[in-house]
Nanobody, 118 residues
Framework: QVQLVESGGGLVQAGGSLRLSCAAS????????MGWFRQAPGKERDFVAA????????AYADSVQGRFTISRDNARNTVSLQMNSLKPEDTAVYYCAAKSPGTTWRHWGQGTQVTVSS
């Protein structure tokens, strides 16, 4: 059973940085795509970034391009999201997600709160 556990959220001032981590277990993830999504109060869950575990190829939402960096650590089976130059509009619950080839985003973590104060 796939288990994803996020950590690293918190409160930060605008312009600051945070690093989120997602510990993945229960499967060999070499063929998986791992992603980060976020959901602000009253809004839908939006895509933030994704990485193909084996190739290391990445993709980002336009709103975070150049500020956020997604990466994976094969030895620790973790996926991280480095968030720099944070803005109040980045405030949301951030979720780690995983999908196997040809499927949808089926596996989700419990989420971690990120709050950026102005």
């Amino acid at each position: 059973q796939v288990q994803l556990v996020e950590s690293g959220g918190g409160l930060v001032q605008a312009g600051g940085s945070l690093r989120l981590s997602c510990a993945a277990s229960g499967r060999t993830f070499s063929s998986y795509t791992m992603g980060w999504f976020r959901q602000a109060p009253g809004k839908e869950r939006d895509f933030v970034a994704a990485i193909i575990w084996s190739a290391g190829s990445t993709a980002y939402a336009d709103s975070v391009q150049g500020r956020f960096t997604i990466s994976r650590d094969n030895a620790r089976n973790t996926v991280s999201l480095q968030m720099n130059s944070l803005k109040p509009e980045d405030t949301a619950v951030y979720y780690c997600a995983a999908k196997s080839p040809g499927t949808t985003w089926r596996h989700w973590g419990q989420g971690t709160q990120v709050t950026v104060s102005s």
